[in-house]
């Protein structure tokens, strides 16, 4: 992740404050990866668990588009092949029908969703300065407006504290 880390932000050094939304997997944010964003004025926002599946674009839009594109592969291979009580294959075999399934679904998958109007239509990306809203978690919001940049925010802390003030989730 550290890489993934210093990579992203080389390409996202712009100026302007961040937020890096991730996951409560350990593995995503060690000290060395925390220590990265705070002195790259980034803020780190955990994801709790048990709502990943309701608010990553992955979860939302790739993965069951690619489990539709895989069953459908699947179906039509058994369609064309046999029954499925009457298909022996060796583990050779079902490796390779593995990849190619795996193959056919992802090449679906990518005709059929466009990530970066995915992002726009979950509400974590926008062009303008608008209140930003998560389809998935209604009640919650943001308005980037009601952030202040200026110099009274002496350090990455009162920028977190800041930005705190402003993310409003109503009952």
Request: hydrophobic share 35%; glycine share 4%; charged share 25%.
């Amino acid at each position: 992740m550290k890489n993934y880390t210093e990579y992203w932000l080389n390409k996202t050094r712009d100026g302007h404050p961040k937020m890096f939304i991730t996951d409560s997997c350990s593995c995503h944010f060690s000290e060395d990866v925390k220590a990265l964003f705070k002195n790259n004025s980034v803020v780190l926002r955990i994801i709790p668990g048990g709502i990943t599946q309701y608010i990553q674009v992955l979860d939302i839009f790739v993965f069951s588009t690619y489990k539709a594109h895989y069953h459908d592969a699947a179906e039509e291979w058994i369609e064309v092949n046999d029954p499925r009580s009457t298909i022996k294959l060796t583990s050779s075999q079902q490796r390779i029908l593995r990849t190619r399934l795996a193959s056919t679904a992802w090449k679906g998958t990518l005709n059929s969703v466009n990530v970066s109007q995915s992002f726009r239509n979950l509400g974590y990306t926008w062009i303008d300065n608008s209140v930003v809203t998560i389809k998935s978690l209604p009640g919650c919001s943001f308005d980037p407006e009601s952030l202040n940049f200026g110099n009274d925010i002496e350090d990455e802390s009162n920028l977190v504290e800041e930005i705190d003030k402003v993310m409003v989730t109503e009952p």
